[in-house]
T-cell receptor, first 115, second 111 residues
Framework: NAGVTQTPKFRVLKTGQSMTLLCAQDMNHEYMYWYRQDPGMGLRLIHYSVGEGTTAKGEVPDGYNVSRLKKQNFLLGLESAAPSQTSVYFC??????????????FGDGTRLSIL | GQSLEQPSEVTAVEGAIVQINCTYQTSGFYGLSWYQQHDGGAPTFLSYNALDGLEETGRFSSFLSRSDSYGYLLLQELQMKDSASYFCAENRGSTLGRLYFGRGTQLTVWP
């Protein structure tokens, strides 16, 4: 029962470096999401995807890019990391639109520090 | 933005009942979900309300009043393991599948 798997779990970057966070789900879910969680701010949506090959902006998309080349994978990229991007990043997936019987399933998070 | 309002902290003792309120302000409201998060780990789904009334799932219940733009999560027979953060999350629109989360309520259960 893997569910939603995020890699890496921890990472420290220097300002200006780039990296990609990987999210994989094995539940055949159509929708996938990337959130960031900062102290006292709850979860804020960065980007999301409603199916393979599609992406859309969320509430806080600036400085991030995403790709959904395969249905099971959703990648989050930071092209030039900034200290303001220090956060915990959560990936989630759902069978279809969230709500009712279609809750979002979350990964364990990636803790990212930008120095 | 985050237009959902919920208390930042709630404390209670084991065996007690606690209610976590959530108010929302949007014309595109579709439904309200509740998620639990232990110690910064993966949030997990608790319940969902799209219609007015009470939804019961074991010790947890969730209530919605669309006319008051208000909902709450009710936790009964509190246990130490219920100490966690609880988030209300709003569905807006019937097609986008997005959730808008509140800032969370930290529940501490004392023995």
């Amino acid at each position: 029962n893997a569910g939603v798997t995020q890699t890496p779990k921890f990472r420290v970057l220097k300002t200006g470096q780039s990296m990609t966070l990987l999210c994989a789900q094995d539940m055949n879910h159509e929708y996938m999401y990337w959130y960031r969680q900062d102290p006292g701010m709850g979860l804020r949506l960065i980007h999301y995807s409603v199916g393979e090959g599609t992406t859309a902006k969320g509430e806080v998309p600036d400085g991030y890019n995403v790709s959904r080349l395969k249905k099971q994978n959703f990648l989050l990229g930071l092209e030039s990391a900034a200290p303001s991007q220090t956060s915990v990043y959560f990936c989630a997936s759902s069978y279809s639109k969230s709500g009712g019987n279609q809750p979002q399933h979350f990964g364990d998070g990636t803790r990212l520090s930008i120095l | 933005g985050q237009s959902l309002e919920q208390p930042s902290e709630v404390t209670a003792v084991e065996g007690a009942i606690v209610q976590i309120n959530c108010t929302y302000q949007t014309s595109g409201f579709y439904g309200l979900s509740w998620y639990q998060q232990h110690d910064g780990g993966a949030p997990t789904f608790l319940s969902y309300n799209a219609l007015d009334g009470l939804e019961e799932t074991g010790r947890f219940s969730s209530f919605l009043s669309r006319s008051d733009s208000y909902g709450y999560l009710l936790l009964q027979e509190l246990q130490m393991k219920d100490s966690a953060s609880y988030f209300c999350a709003e569905n807006r629109g019937s097609t986008l599948g997005r959730l808008y989360f509140g800032r969370g309520t930290q529940l501490t259960v004392w023995p």
